[in-house]
């Protein structure tokens, strides 16, 4: 889900005049750089339109609400998630794993920790997140394994144990809670002393 991919997702069209696929990425870098700086609560329309160099009445045309324009957003990250497809496991999953730290990093990552306490009470933007990025993360991730089921490298089903599971959940706790560095070098160490081993102990025989 790199900031620049996002950018270039269309944005639902809720009718008018044609959409400017420019002013689109600039709303949109506009809305995460701001997100991750002020928050959801102090976010104005007015504001984004500032930030993004265009007129009000163009955010006013697009989104009736923040809420909108947020939900659009967020949603709008559901199909930036690319599947590598390096033929094994390992090379997947280190290319899925590595991209996913460069969006944790960078201005999706601020906006998407910036928006946490507000999803409680916000139900809109809570099912945009489950139904957007997440979902687009677990259909990436399903993919990489169900991949090396059909190769033979895991057992049939292994997509869905807690060892694919593992490397994802790892990366977000220190994203999340230990605020420790996110980086290649822990996407390696992730891999090489937890992933794999418990991926070749479930190889078939």
């Known amino acids: 889900m790199s900031s620049s991919t996002l950018q270039e997702t269309a944005l639902p069209n809720r009718g008018g005049r044609p959409r400017d696929p420019s002013r689109d990425c600039a709303i949109r870098a506009a809305i995460l750089r701001l997100l991750g700086e002020v928050g959801y609560n102090a976010l104005t329309m007015d504001a984004v339109a500032a930030e993004a160099g265009v007129g009000k009445a163009t955010i006013y045309r697009r989104w009736r609400t923040k809420s ?14 690319e599947v590598p497809d390096t033929g094994d496991l390992a090379g997947d999953l280190r ?53 090396a089921e059909a190769r033979g490298e895991v057992r049939e089903g292994t997509g869905r144990t807690a060892v694919a599971q593992a490397a994802s959940a790892l990366l977000v706790q220190r994203w999340l809670i230990t605020r420790e560095p996110l980086d ?20 078939p025989a």
Not at 105 to 134: C, I, M, V, Y
Not at 190 to 203: D, G, Q, Y
């Open 68 to 81: 909108d324009l947020v939900v659009d957003t967020i949603t709008g990250m559901d199909g930036s998630t």
């Open 95 to 147: 290319a899925l794993l590595r991209s996913l730290v460069d969006r944790l990093n960078g201005p999706t990552g601020s906006a998407s920790l910036s928006l946490l306490s507000t999803l409680p009470h916000q139900p809109e933007l809570a099912e945009a997140f489950r139904t957007g990025p997440l979902a687009g993360w677990r259909r990436a991730l399903t993919t990489v394994w169900e991949r």
């Open 184 to 203: 290649d070098d822990y996407v390696d160490t992730v891999l090489e002393t937890v992933v794999l081993p418990l991926a070749r102990s479930t190889a």
